[in-house]
């Protein structure tokens, strides 16, 4: 059977993939091919290139992947995503689709036409950029003469994206909505401004799927707490690991 793995956009949150991935690797379930949003898209090509999700989570710690950002400060965005450009070099050199070890599909936001758009071929590292591109906080990315910015924007859990590639569905999903605290500061308001309006097409999404893994604890994180990206990959693995049980990965192993 062709599983295939949709892995949702989250900031730090996705950290928790890692975890996820973890337990699932330990009963032996294998995929035919993967698709990812922003955070979900960087870690899924590492995956695609043949990292195991130990080296992935050692990568993050050591190159501080998701910290090193340098200000932009222009008038269409605060931050630039160029300075990540290098790291990721490093994990796939040959930045390329046809290089990966598996089939990849990576979603990201057409700003001007408001629709989500696929990337499957050519350069990698500009599309995982561009799928990574939080609109406000980042410049859009700029490919072709048109202009990305987050794919969570309008397909933050790429499900259907691959659904003809494959016969079942592994969808990790790090971005639960939970009850919340009144915000404090503005920076509260537009993270969990963020989280709800992407989580409405991920709804949409999650119906797509044959098993939907999603560890409601990491409700609890903000999207910007990479400091904890251990707790995070351990949170992810804890849960998955419970879930799992005899009759879910006699079907995953079918």
């Known amino acids: 059977m062709r599983i295939g793995l949709a892995l949702s956009g989250g900031?730090?949150?996705?950290?928790?993939?890692?975890?996820?991935?973890?337990?699932?690797?330990?009963?032996?379930?294998?995929?035919?091919?993967?698709?990812g949003t922003s955070v979900g898209a960087i870690l899924g090509a590492m995956y695609a290139q043949g990292m195991r999700p130990a080296e992935i989570m050692d990568a993050i710690i050591q190159t501080r992947i998701f910290r090193n950002l340098r200000p932009a400060w222009t008038l269409r965005g605060l931050l630039s995503m160029e300075s990540i450009h290098s790291l990721l070099m490093q994990f796939v050199p040959h930045n390329t689709f046809e290089g990966l070890k598996l089939p990849l599909t990576i979603a990201a936001t057409d700003l001007e036409k408001g629709k989500p758009y696929y990337f499957r071929s050519g350069p990698l590292i500009p599309a995982l950029m561009a799928?990574?591109?939080?609109?406000?906080?980042?410049?859009?990315?700029?490919?072709?003469?048109?202009?990305?910015?987050?794919?969570?924007?309008?397909?933050?859990?790429?499900?259907?994206?691959?659904?003809?590639d494959c016969e079942y569905i592994v969808g990790l999903h790090c971005n639960?909505?939970?009850?919340?605290?009144?915000?404090?500061?503005?920076?509260?308001?537009?993270?969990?401004?963020?989280?709800?309006?992407?989580?409405?097409?991920?709804?949409?999404?999650?119906?797509?799927?044959?098993?939907?893994?999603?560890?409601?604890?990491?409700?609890?994180?903000s999207t910007f707490e990479v400091t904890r990206a251990r707790e995070l990959e351990e949170i992810g693995y804890a849960y998955t690991k419970a879930f799992l049980t005899h009759e879910r990965v006699s079907v995953l192993r079918s």
Do not use: W
């Open 131 to 164: 799928s990574s591109c939080v609109p406000g906080m980042f410049s859009p990315v700029v490919l072709n003469g048109t202009s990305y910015v987050d794919g969570g924007v309008t397909d933050n859990f790429p499900v259907r994206a691959i659904r003809k």
């Open 11 to 35: 900031g730090a949150r996705g950290i928790a993939h890692l975890g996820m991935l973890r337990a699932l690797e330990e009963h032996q379930v294998k995929f035919a091919c993967i698709s």
């Open 176 to 221: 639960p909505v939970i009850q919340a605290n009144p915000a404090r500061n503005f920076k509260n308001v537009l993270e969990r401004t963020l989280l709800l309006a992407i989580n409405c097409n991920a709804e949409r999404s999650k119906v797509d799927c044959d098993l939907i893994v999603e560890p409601l604890e990491l409700g609890a994180f």
